[in-house]
């Protein structure tokens, strides 16, 4: 993975005592709150309903054990011991103090982590694949253009105070787990004709209050042109963002009025002016960062399939977990396993000090001491030997985090919602908690099969409702939380948004919906077809009938 | 309607009231509540000063209803400030034990299987 060198330990060492300068000239009183806020912003610090709230950069979701050991000390030292993973691979501190919020950055920043533009109107955290250098459908490591993209945004002049935040994705296997079509800019590797491999870009991607899917302005971009061509999107968008109107700022909205061929058409005339400039990346900047996430010391080893289905015959528990939570690798004699925090009943994305600690710790025993964050609030080891399977399993299920259902309808998507968000209308957890409470039978959930429910506690979308199978609003009725929900959603790489199903529901309402929505999947599904698929062949009426029934449905 | 000022502390953030001779109080019950708007009115100019001395940010005034002299507000999103997360903030164990995926011999899984049969009965 990336290391700092000696430029960026010394930037973000100066950073974090230039946060503290600000810190105690606010608490002095030298600075009022509309001087302050947009300083502690760019260092991550928001104030939410109980407390301050400091969100971290997990880049494109990969971290050592070693900065996990750190996340556990913020979290044991400066809040209440624990921590949320959030949709954007990030991590979030709900309880913080202004009065220790230098401390903890300081901390931070002594392991190569910086909370720098995790908020604000600039270039956020770059997310990618979480299985990325490791999947087996991929074609190359999207994290060496996250980070070549990390570098080139990293407190740029020019894209610092943009109209409005500015979200990129990258995957580099077909099968999209990055969700890029919901994002400001996304990037989807693929081989041109001759057989390069290159960038399908979209650009006006997004969720919120005005959700799109991104649309492709190029359908094949030379890696070296990477950084003039985003460039030159990034341009177009801080000329023409509507910085009048904060709901109308963001990219897809210009995308969407002016027509991808008309923003195309502006962003090309801008990319022949630059592109053989000096953004043009060589190859030799590309090999500099490849070496940084060089695989690791992969043992020579094959692949024990057979012996791994015996054991599986024998032991329900262990074919459960084996079946839900681990995926291929690319390299002989190594699988891909997701640690799950979604065990029913728990809090989606949280995870505690000890936790972490522990994670850490099974990170260097059993995946070369590295951990990667998935933007659905899952943590994955990515490296480890078939043979530690079992192993590995047993010491996650005693730390309750084996829970065997990725990609299952207890996997719930979940923002904090108004149990911490200053901007939330309802609450979220209690949603996410009821449901995948009665939901925790793995056998009809791994025969319900492949389903997503996201839920977000207003419309800004942070969980992702849009694109769920099932999205769950929050909404606020005359003060009372009401629940919308929406039916057809995906992120994947045929990305769809969801259609409203029918009126907002009440809380105590919305398991036995769910319940409803899965038995008209059942019962109209053909064999192996999964929701999604069934809910684009029958469409939404059956679904509508068997939750508000038969005259609503009309 | 009852009102009083809700505002979150500077120094770190924590929700507090405004309380009788200018203070700040974590507990709702503590705080000073009013029942007519020039009242209210001049809570809010005493928050001012507050905020002007950095004691704390962006006070409200807030509708709250009082019974058995216990305060509440009256919106979900005051009463959750008030009172905190609905859910649990310091991951005790609520878990549903789920049946069926503990390995052989741990003794959770036996806990498991007793907490789904009762279920059943």
Not at chain 1, 55 to 70: F, H, I
Not at chain 1, 126 to 155: H, M, N, V, W
Not at chain 1, 230 to 240: D, G, P, S, T, W
Request: charged letters at 25%; glycine letters at 8%; hydrophobic letters at 40%.
């Amino acid at each position: 993975m990336y290391r700092y060198d000696e430029f960026d330990a010394k930037f973000v060492a100066e950073r974090a005592a230039q946060f503290r300068r600000q810190v105690k000239r606010r608490l002095a009183g030298e600075l009022t709150e509309d001087q302050f806020r947009p300083l502690r912003l760019m260092n991550g610090l928001y104030l939410q309903l109980h407390a301050y709230m400091l969100r971290v950069n997990v880049p494109y979701g990969t971290l050592s054990s070693k900065q996990m050991r750190t996340f556990a000390h913020v979290a044991r030292t400066y809040d209440k011991g624990f921590g949320h993973f959030t949709t954007r691979q990030n991590i979030q501190y709900n309880w913080i103090k202004l009065e220790e919020a230098p401390d903890a950055v300081k901390d931070l920043a002594s392991s190569e982590i910086t909370s720098i533009q995790s908020s604000g109107n600039c270039v956020r955290n770059i997310t990618s694949d979480q299985y990325a250098g490791c999947a087996k459908d991929e074609l190359a490591d999207p994290r060496i253009y996250c980070e070549l993209l990390r570098q080139y945004s990293f407190l740029h002049p020019e894209f610092s105070y943009l109209p409005r935040k500015f979200k990129i994705a990258v995957t580099g296997s077909p099968n999209d787990r990055a969700a890029v079509a919901v994002h400001d800019i996304g990037l989807r590797m693929h081989k041109n004709e001759q057989g390069e491999i290159g960038f399908e870009v979209l650009v006006g991607g997004g969720l919120g209050r005005t959700p799109y899917i991104g649309q492709t302005i190029r359908k094949w971009l030379h890696p070296s042109h990477l950084l003039t061509y985003v460039e030159a999107i990034l341009r177009v968008y801080n000329m023409l963002g509507r910085r009048d109107n904060i709901h109308k700022a963001r990219i897809k909205i210009i995308v969407n009025q002016m027509g991808i061929d008309k923003y195309r058409e502006l962003v090309d005339k801008e990319f022949e002016l630059t592109k053989n400039g000096q953004l043009k990346v060589p190859d030799e900047e590309i090999a500099r960062i490849k070496a940084y996430f060089a695989p690791p010391k992969y043992e020579t080893l094959k692949d024990i399939g057979p012996e791994l289905d015996a054991r599986r015959k024998t032991d329900r528990a262990f074919d459960r977990w084996m079946r839900g939570n681990v995926v291929e690798h690319k390299v002989p004699g190594y699988a891909i396993v997701t640690v799950s925090l979604k065990a029913p009943g728990r809090v989606p994305g949280d995870i505690t000090a000890d936790k972490m600690d522990a994670v850490a710790d099974l990170a260097d025993r059993y995946s070369f001491g590295e951990i990667r964050v998935s933007h659905r609030q899952n943590l994955v080891l990515t490296d480890v030997k078939q043979g530690d399977l079992e192993q590995l399993w047993r010491e996650l299920f005693a730390l309750e985090l084996a829970t065997p259902n990725l990609g299952l309808l207890s996997d719930i998507i979940c923002c904090p919602g108004l149990d911490y968000c200053a901007l939330a209308n309802a609450r979220a957890i209690p949603i996410a908690q009821d449901i995948s409470r009665a939901f925790s039978d793995i056998d009809e959930l791994q025969r319900i099969g492949n389903f997503t429910i996201n839920i977000s506690g207003c419309m800004n979308a942070c969980g992702h409702h849009h694109v769920g199978h099932i999205g769950i609003l929050g909404v606020d009725k005359r003060g009372e939380e009401f629940f919308q929900l929406t039916l057809g959603g995906s992120s994947d790489q045929n990305a769809s948004l969801g259609d409203r199903l029918g009126p907002g529901l009440p809380q105590a309402e919305v398991p036995g919906a769910i319940r409803k929505i899965v038995d008209t999947y059942l019962e109209h599904s053909e064999p192996g077809e999964r929701f999604i698929d069934t809910y684009r062949r029958v469409g939404i009426e059956p679904f509508k009938a068997s939750v508000y029934g038969a005259e609503t449905a009309h | 309607m009852p009102q009083m000022i809700i505002a979150n502390r500077l120094v770190d953030g924590r929700v507090v009231f405004l309380a009788p001779e200018e203070r700040w109080d974590t507990a709702i019950d503590h705080g000073s509540v009013v029942d007519d708007d020039a009242e209210a009115q001049q809570l809010l100019e005493v928050a001012k000063q507050a905020v002007a001395r950095c004691l704390v940010i962006d006070p409200i005034l807030i509708q709250v209803k009082v019974e058995n002299g216990k305060v509440r507000p009256t919106e979900i999103r005051e009463v959750i400030r008030a009172f905190g997360p609905t859910v649990r903030t310091d991951m005790e164990d609520v878990a549903v034990p789920i049946v069926g995926i503990a390995p052989e011999g741990d003794r959770r899984a036996e806990g498991a299987a007793r907490v789904n049969r009762n279920a059943k009965e």
